[in-house]
């Protein structure tokens, strides 16, 4: 590919990226929730549904998110004052856990069940073959140590 393609392509990258983003915010995908509280609570309730304990470090929401750990420390602190997670010490007092108050699971359940339906409406749009590979770029894409997003 020659310099001039590549950098077209690269505008066109950007481009898609900043539209798709866009309608992403404007259809407000977390509605009725602080964006990081739920996405906090969207890696309790996955490994919830792995494990029916939802028990997850504080570092791994900060390597999964990629949030700055003030800003996790912060959404963390406002949904156990939510009561929608509560906070448990591990074994050494430099590692923390949070897990999801059970009780309290259809809060966040229903702002992700609207995230859901957003998630359909793509579906139908672009298909189950374009979906299947949009999931499998974008975690190719997180998994790569290079970028610093």
Known sequence: MNDDKKIELN??????WVKLTGIL???RITQGMIYN???VMMLCYNRY???GEGLISFREIVAETRMLKSLVNRTIDSLVKKSLLER???????????RPVK???DVFLKVHGQSLVL???ILSVIGKEDAEAFVR???KIAENKNFNL
Do not use: H
Not at 11 to 16: K, R
């Open 88 to 98: 448990l010490d591990g074994t050494d007092k430099r590692t923390s856990f949070v």
């Open 103 to 105: 009780e309290n699971l």
């Open 25 to 27: 915010k404007n259809t």
């Open 137 to 139: 770029l974008a975690g």
């Open 11 to 16: 505008e066109q990258l950007i481009t898609a």
């Open 119 to 121: 998630a359909d409406e």
């Open 49 to 51: 549904r792995e494990d």
């Open 37 to 39: 509280e739920a996405i």
